[in-house]
T-cell receptor, first 112, second 113 residues
Framework: AQSVTQPDIHITVSEGASLELRCNYSYGATPYLFWYVQSPGQGLQLLLKYFSGDTLVQGIKGFEAEFKRSQSSFNLRKPSVHWSDAAEYFCAATWDGNKLVFGAGTILRVKS | DAGVIQSPRHEVTEMGQEVTLRCKPISGHNSLFWYRQTMMRGLELLIYFNNNVPIDDSGMPEDRFSAKMPNASFSTLKIQPSEPRDSAVYFC???????????FGPGTRLTVL
């Protein structure tokens, strides 16, 4: 079955440190890939997406993600984390252009 | 743009009662999605519509759940009768169509006592 895996349930980083959140998808055709962020009590906000082309994609709030076909991965990165980045991050994929399959999410804590 | 609008934001009801959740998609979007978020199962797609027509309802948990989209600007998700295990956050999302980005509403937090 098609699936998305986020191996880290919780991550804690210090403010100003770099961040990498991992995401892997199941084998098969390359899906369209997304990263969303959810703040407590809020809906999901799109950070960035990958459909094709350049494998390094830039998003909002200083985030970027790199698609690696050989590793079936789409990891999210930020060079310097701010306290306001504390939230839950979801990786998602669609193989048919409609049905989004979400990972379990990674909760990011930022230490001051 | 107002974004996707959902109502109510919070709903508390008793087991056996009917619950209706509402969604107004972004104007001009022709695909609408209903998702449910729980601690146990995470985010899962329940049903989606394209041009007001239900395309895939394989995620609807059981017959107690039904969804309608009478026009391009309104959709409902109904649970009748509700059960405590239906407690979750229900999200509505809309998009311009195939392969387009889905934009999510703020969600409805449902608690069934």
């Amino acid at each position: 079955a098609q699936s998305v895996t986020q191996p880290d349930i919780h991550i804690t980083v210090s403010e100003g440190a770099s961040l990498e959140l991992r995401c892997n998808y199941s084998y098969g055709a390359t899906p369209y890939l997304f990263w969303y962020v959810q703040s407590p009590g809020q809906g999901l906000q799109l950070l960035l997406k990958y459909f094709s082309g350049d494998t390094l994609v830039q998003g909002i709030k200083g985030f970027e993600a790199e698609f690696k076909r050989s590793q079936s991965s789409f990891n999210l990165r930020k060079p310097s984390v701010h306290w306001s980045d504390a939230a839950e991050y979801f990786c998602a994929a669609t193989w048919d252009g409609n049905k989004l399959v979400f990972g379990a999410g990674t909760i990011l804590r930022v230490k001051s | 743009d107002a974004g996707v609008i959902q109502s109510p934001r919070h709903e508390v009801t008793e087991m056996g009662q009917e619950v209706t959740l509402r969604c107004k998609p972004i104007s001009g979007h022709n695909s609408l999605f209903w998702y449910r978020q729980t601690m146990m199962r995470g985010l899962e797609l329940l049903i989606y519509f394209n041009n007001n027509v239900p395309i895939d309802d394989s995620g609807m948990p059981e017959d107690r759940f039904s969804a309608k989209m009478p026009n391009a600007s309104f959709s409902t998700l109904k649970i009748q009768p509700s059960e405590p295990r239906d407690s979750a956050v229900y999200f509505c999302a809309s998009s311009l169509g195939d392969t387009d980005t889905q934009y999510f509403g703020p969600g409805t937090r449902l608690t069934v006592l």
